[in-house]
């Protein structure tokens, strides 16, 4: 999806301290490898509903297709293609399910490029009702690129949104820190709400780039990857202990990483990232992620797990506190990583632009 940028090395362990001691225990890295399980026409993302047997995969052109992990059979659940198309990183860019199973959520650029989060119901037949769109979120876009893209429930049974800063580079507007703009934040609504007004679009987190995907872990640990510019990926962590992100200013555009950008930017206090990596070998723009919970990966299980676009690598990082202890590479190619996501079951999956949908299995 270009770069998911601005237009969309790692060692296999790191040990603290210096030498491992020659009586103590050896620390096994975990492994993982990708298995197709089927393909898409430029899949964004990817949800799943509790008590239902299929993979919904959003097509950058605008479709929603079910994918039946038991029949292998394939559906069309939703087709935007009349509201949205694929256009460098416009079109159809996530989409999550409430938590109830009833209403599908999905997050687009329009026909005018400003992003549109709409929700619709789902019928017994696991197609989402046109009829019953509404739109509960709208943002102006004053570029082509940084659009943000994810969805997700997190506190309060809300729904929550990343914007982007708008596009270009530099945050030209300097919006990313001003709360007074809707872009470069995570952004809340009421998901139930009547129509755009009622849903109550709240600033949750500001100091944001292009937070193309984010979650709320079990425990409702905010993770963040946010894509970088010149230099550095990031991968931030908003605790539950400390409001989840409620509040929480990570940087940007004062900040590149650790690093200071903008020099007319201020972030006092801001939260630092857990992990960064340089542009080079190791990659140019994360693709997002996800702390792992399942059960058919018990090596990895609640180790953040994250793709980048450009390298095609998927790595693990083992955070302690507001540190990274551990770094292992997982997979050398996965191609043109778009997503790195946990569905309902847990099961992890793996997307990238070509076309494959793969899982996340043990060696």
């Given at each position: 999806?270009?770069?998911?940028?601005?237009?969309?090395?790692?060692?296999?362990?790191?040990?603290?301290?210096?030498?491992?001691?020659?009586?103590?225990?050896?620390?096994?890295?975990?492994?993982?490898?990708?298995?197709?399980?089927t393909t898409a026409a430029k899949p964004t993302d990817i949800?799943?509903?509790?008590?239902?047997?299929?993979?919904?995969?959003?097509?950058?052109?605008?479709?929603?297709?079910?994918?039946?992990?038991?029949?292998?059979?394939?559906?069309?659940a939703l087709d935007l293609t009349g509201r949205t198309g694929?256009?460098?990183?416009?079109?159809?860019?996530?989409?999550?399910?409430?938590?109830?199973?009833?209403?599908?959520?999905?997050?687009?650029?329009?026909?005018?490029?400003?992003?549109?989060?709409?929700?619709?119901?789902?019928?017994?037949?696991?197609?989402?009702?046109?009829?019953?769109?509404?739109?509960?979120?709208?943002?102006?876009?004053?570029?082509?690129?940084?659009?943000?893209?994810?969805?997700?429930?997190?506190?309060?049974?809300?729904?929550?949104?990343?914007?982007?800063?708008?596009?270009?580079?530099?945050?030209?507007?300097?919006?990313?820190?001003?709360?007074?703009?809707?872009?470069?934040?995570?952004?809340?609504?009421?998901?139930?709400?009547?129509?755009?007004?009622?849903?109550?679009?709240?600033?949750?987190?500001?100091?944001?780039?292009?937070?193309?995907?984010?979650?709320?872990?079990?425990?409702?640990?905010?993770?963040?990857?946010?894509?970088?510019?010149?230099?550095?990926?990031?991968?931030?962590?908003?605790?539950?202990?400390?409001?989840?992100?409620?509040?929480?200013?990570?940087?940007?555009?004062?900040?590149?990483?650790?690093?200071?950008?903008?020099?007319?930017?201020?972030?006092?206090?801001?939260?630092?990232?857990?992990?960064?990596?340089?542009?080079?070998?190791?990659?140019?723009?994360?693709?997002?992620?996800?702390?792992?919970?399942?059960?058919?990966?018990?090596?990895?299980?609640?180790?953040?797990?994250?793709?980048?676009?450009?390298?095609?690598?998927?790595?693990?990082?083992?955070?302690?506190?507001?540190?990274?202890?551990?770094?292992?590479?997982?997979?050398?190619?996965?191609?043109?990583?778009?997503?790195?996501?946990?569905?309902?079951?847990?099961?992890?999956?793996?997307?990238?632009?070509?076309?494959?949908?793969?899982?996340?299995?043990?060696?």
């Amino acid at each position: 999806m270009g770069r998911f940028r601005g237009s969309l090395l790692l060692v296999a362990a790191i040990v603290i301290g210096g030498a491992t001691p020659a009586n103590a225990t050896a620390v096994t890295d975990p492994t993982a490898r990708l298995v197709k399980v089927t393909t898409a026409a430029k899949p964004t993302d990817i949800a799943s509903r509790s008590g239902d047997t299929g993979l919904y995969i959003a097509e950058q052109d605008g479709r929603i297709v079910r994918f039946d992990t038991k029949t292998k059979a394939k559906s069309t659940a939703l087709d935007l293609t009349g509201r949205t198309g694929a256009s460098g990183e416009r079109g159809l860019l996530g989409l999550v399910f409430h938590p109830n199973g009833r209403f599908l959520y999905v997050n687009y650029t329009d026909d005018d490029g400003d992003t549109v989060v709409a929700r619709y119901r789902m019928r017994a037949n696991k197609t989402a009702d046109p009829a019953s769109r509404t739109v509960l979120f709208t943002l102006e876009q004053p570029y082509a690129n940084h659009n943000g893209g994810g969805l997700a429930f997190g506190p309060g049974g809300r729904l929550y949104i990343g914007t982007g800063d708008g596009g270009s580079r530099d945050d030209p507007q300097r919006v990313a820190l001003d709360k007074s703009s809707m872009l470069g934040k995570i952004i809340s609504v009421d998901p139930l709400a009547r129509n755009e007004r009622s849903a109550a679009a709240r600033i949750w987190s500001v100091g944001l780039r292009n937070p193309w995907r984010f979650e709320f872990d079990d425990e409702m640990n905010l993770w963040v990857a946010d894509v970088g510019q010149d230099k550095w990926e990031e991968v931030s962590l908003a605790r539950a202990s400390a409001g989840s992100g409620r509040n929480a200013n990570f940087g940007w555009s004062a900040y590149e990483g650790f690093v200071r950008f903008n020099n007319d930017q201020t972030a006092k206090n801001h939260l630092a990232p857990v992990h960064v990596y340089e542009h080079g070998e190791d990659g140019c723009s994360i693709s997002g992620g996800t702390k792992v919970r399942s059960a058919k990966l018990p090596a990895l299980v609640g180790w953040y797990v994250y793709g980048d676009y450009c390298s095609g690598r998927i790595t693990a990082i083992k955070v302690v506190g507001t540190k990274t202890t551990r770094v292992v590479r997982l997979i050398d190619d996965a191609g043109s990583v778009t997503a790195v996501r946990s569905v309902a079951s847990g099961d992890v999956y793996v997307l990238n632009l070509g076309g494959d949908v793969s899982a996340l299995l043990p060696t």
